[in-house]
Structure formats: structure tokens, C-alpha cells
């Protein structure tokens, strides 16, 4: 299940470097990730009620008029079970969206 968890991670950090080809494109910035630049190296696995979970936090920096003088912070949740059960994704700057709800979520 790790690898796939760290699919995902590669797969975002390949999203990080198109921001640096087109600079028109939205941007996203990964702050912390429970994997190391070696291989080798175990991820770190959070803890909580309802499971284990790989954490990855970021943030999104829209390039559209209305939103670009801010950052959107946000926390995707991996389940060590991934792909048997889906990730998570919480905004945790406040956003009103109606998509996201008052939860982040």
C-alpha cells in the first residue's frame, strides 16, 4: 500500500514542477510529506480515529484575478488502505465554496 500512497506523492510533485514550465498555470506547493528523498527511508504514518493515514499538506496559489492575493493551505489525507479506500482532501484556510463545506471538508 505504500507504493500507492506514494504514487500520489509523485504524481503531485510532478503537478509542482509544470508550475515552473508555465507560469500561467495554477500553482501548487507542497510545505510537509511523510516521505523522504530516499527511497529506502519509511514513511511517517499519522494517527486518528478513524485510521493510519499518509499526510501531505500544501498549499494552492491561484493565478485568476479575484484569488491571487491569497494562498489556499491544504491537507490531503492518505489512508495506508489506499486505493481500497479513498484520500481525503480538507481545505484548512477558510474558503467559502460550495463544494467545501463548514468543516474544511
Avoid at 63 to 76: E, M
Avoid at 95 to 105: D, L, S, T
Amino acid at each position: 500500500m505504500y507504493q500507492s500512497a506514494k504514487r500520489v506523492y509523485n504524481e503531485l510533485n510532478a503537478i509542482q514542477r509544470q508550475n515552473h514550465q508555465n507560469p500561467n498555470s495554477k500553482k501548487f506547493l507542497i510545505d510537509t510529506t511523510p516521505f523522504g528523498d530516499d527511497p529506502s527511508d519509511a514513511p511517517t504514518i499519522a494517527k486518528d480515529d478513524d485510521g493510519q493515514y499518509y499526510i501531505i499538506t500544501g498549499r494552492i496559489l491561484p493565478t485568476s484575478n479575484i484569488y491571487n492575493r491569497s494562498a489556499f493551505r491544504v491537507k490531503i489525507k492518505i489512508p495506508t488502505e489506499y486505493p481500497f479506500k479513498p484520500p481525503t482532501v480538507e481545505m484548512i484556510t477558510p474558503i467559502y465554496h460550495p463544494n467545501v463545506g463548514p468543516q474544511g471538508k
